[in-house]
């Protein structure tokens, strides 16, 4: 994975999570993947260990609860991210202009994956427009087909909505919906739109 937190600014941020009160270490996990829109999820095996050296210092205090572990803030904690409010501001900055560089390469390639969705699907509207043969007296297969691919792309579109609810609901119920979801979500859309349309005409 490409390293996004420099020497001990990890180290850093886990205090600064740490003062809204006690966390499991995986709501810190889950708290550091939130703030970059889930693009970046460390693994247990690079937090859990630099929780640890924190106990070590007295930065943190563990307490056991039932098969989880709970990292709460100590007085000594506070005072060593009360004197590094300028870095902690520095690497929240850095954070930020991270996000947005990564919602670009998103919107980025989501654009591309549909400029060749789009030609494909204009490839096969048209493949299909010119092997279509009526026979006289006959019922028009054509027409047949297109029904049924027509209720067949209805039902898609009732399929993804739905399922695009019911994630968008589950993920507000628990950590929140971020802004890089929802421009995500309005690029795609946005893009599939313009793209039908372009091979329905």
């Keep these: 994975m490409v390293q996004v ?5 990890l180290r850093l941020y886990l205090l600064a999570l740490l003062e809204d009160g006690p966390r499991h270490g995986y709501e ?7 703030r970059f829109g889930g693009t970046y999820r460390p693994s247990a095996g690079t937090v859990y260990p630099r929780l640890a050296r924190l106990e070590e210092e007295g930065l943190v205090r563990r307490s056991d609860d039932g098969r989880k572990a709970t990292y709460t803030l ?12 300028g870095d902690l501001a520095h690497l929240e900055a850095e954070i930020a202009e991270t996000v947005r560089a990564q919602a670009s390469q998103v919107r980025q390639d989501v654009q591309a994956a549909m400029k060749g969705l789009r030609a494909d699907l204009a490839s096969a509207a048209q493949q299909a427009r010119d092997a279509a043969r009526p026979v006289a007296g006959a019922p028009d ?5 297109s029904h049924r691919r027509r209720v067949e792309a209805e039902a898609i579109v009732r399929r993804f909505g739905d399922e695009v609810r019911a994630d968008l609901r589950r993920a507000d119920a628990g950590a929140g919906v971020d802004e890089l979801t929802v421009e995500t979500l309005r690029t795609v859309l946005d893009t599939a739109l313009r793209t039908m349309r372009s091979t329905l005409r």
């Design 28 to 34: 810190l996990i889950t708290a550091l993947s939130d």
């Design 74 to 85: 100590t007085d000594a904690g506070r005072a060593e991210l009360d004197a590094r409010r």
């Design 141 to 145: 297969p054509q027409r047949t087909a």
């Design 5 to 9: 937190f420099a020497h001990g600014q």
